[in-house]
């Protein structure tokens, strides 16, 4: 079983691509939502992988030796602590996507639900009005079989835990060279609850949550870009002690015509070498529709024109940026011209002094005459 295949990464792929890409599978392959056969199993194979590839040690100790530290050994433990009896693969996804989170380090109370975080694609359009938008997030959230309380309805209740006396934790001691050294550490037994379940629910399994797909309204602040984040209060993860946030990331939506820079947008007009001249008339994109605009003659290449209120509101401040045209005179190639076109060029730099290669008639062009008899 290949850890890097498992999470469809590369050998050289940053922690945060392992992280991201464990994200993924896992709510593919979660209980709660995948029913199809083997996806249980798929599921604690990836929490495994993902169990080593995310720490450093573990992941250099694979990379070596092809295997996690202590796999294959008697009493050997693949996850370091985590493995072996009583591991339960979902411990990593709730770690990550928010579970029972501070509940597990001692009796401190209710533990509030994690913040959850996702991405949104938005639109120059959306942006510039500021529109409220949707985005779908995968939430734990109440068990409605069992309505939090981890037994099965109608079951026997919940005990308190023999191994901790309810308190969550238990004292272990170690010997170090400083002499023995008492610790408290998360009870094994009740990990951290206090209390044990003699009928888990069916549904949950005994959390007392379970996973959710729902969709959350954003209102989007007036010209926000690309990178910002916003965060929308008690839309994460549920909790005994309160809701945690959701984090939405922004992802702006390239436009086909225009390019942002801040508050103002750009717009790449090509021209031809007559109408910078001469002048004329071009069509510009704008977010309201297109708009026509005038070339001054003698326009030069990389010259700009500005319109006037008419880019994204900024940020942070008043005001309106602008869509700035920029010119770029476009230079056909010999073969693009047509010979009238060639020879009004040469008779334009005739008269300006302009001295340019004179058109020869190449051997094959000399040939063709001979056949057609000119």
């Known amino acids: 079983m290949d850890y890097y295949e498992l999470l469809s990464v590369s050998r050289t792929a940053s922690a945060d691509e392992i ?37 450093p040690e573990k992941r250099a100790h694979y990379d070596r ?27 990593i996804f709730e770690q990550l996507f928010g579970g029972l989170g501070g509940a597990r380090g001692g009796r401190r109370g209710p533990a509030r639900g994690d913040d959850i975080e996702t ?13 409220e938008i949707e985005v779908e997030v995968d939430r734990l959230t109440t068990c409605e079989h069992c309505h939090g309380g981890r037994t099965e309805p109608g079951g026997k209740p919940p005990r308190t835990c023999p191994t901790c006396g309810g308190m969550g934790a238990v004292r272990a001691q170690a010997r170090t060279i400083f002499g023995v050294v008492e610790t408290q550490q998360p009870c094994p037994t009740c990990r951290g609850e206090g209390q044990t379940i003699e009928e888990p629910c069916t549904v949950c399994k005994g959390r007392g949550r379970t996973l959710k797909a729902e969709r959350v309204s954003v209102k989007l602040p007036r010209g ?12 994460g993860h549920e909790g005994p002690g309160g809701n945690g946030d959701l ?42 529709g297109p708009q026509a605009v005038e070339v001054k003659a003698g326009t ?75």
């Open 19 to 55: 992280k991201s890409s464990y994200r993924k599978l896992a709510l593919k392959y979660h209980p709660d939502r995948n029913k199809e056969p083997g996806a249980a199993e798929q599921f604690a194979r990836i929490n495994e992988a993902y169990a080593v590839l995310s720490d």
């Open 247 to 288: 984090y939405v990331h922004i992802e702006m939506e390239p436009h086909p015509d225009l390019r942002r820079e801040q508050e103002h947008l750009i717009y790449t007009a090509k021209i031809g070498f007559a109408k910078a001249t001469l002048g004329g008339e071009i069509t510009v994109p704008t977010l309201d």
């Open 65 to 91: 030796f092809g295997s996690a530290p202590g796999a294959g050994m008697p009493g050997g433990d693949p996850f370091g602590g985590m493995g072996g009896v009583g591991f339960d693969p979902m411990d």
């Open 224 to 235: 926000i870009d690309e990178g910002y984040r916003i965060r929308v209060a008690g839309r």
């Open 119 to 131: 991405e949104a694609r938005v639109t120059l359009l959306q942006a510039r009005a500021g529109e």
């Open 300 to 374: 030069q290449h990389g010259e700009l024109h500005r319109l006037r209120g008419q880019g994204l509101p900024r940020l942070q401040g008043a005001g309106v940026g602008d869509l700035i045209v920029e010119y770029e005179i476009a230079v056909p190639k010999p073969g693009q011209l047509t010979p009238e076109a060639r020879e009004a060029l040469h008779a334009y730099a005739r008269a300006v002094g302009d001295e340019v290669n004179e058109h020869r008639e190449g051997f094959l062009g000399k040939v063709g005459k001979i056949f057609r008899g000119e």
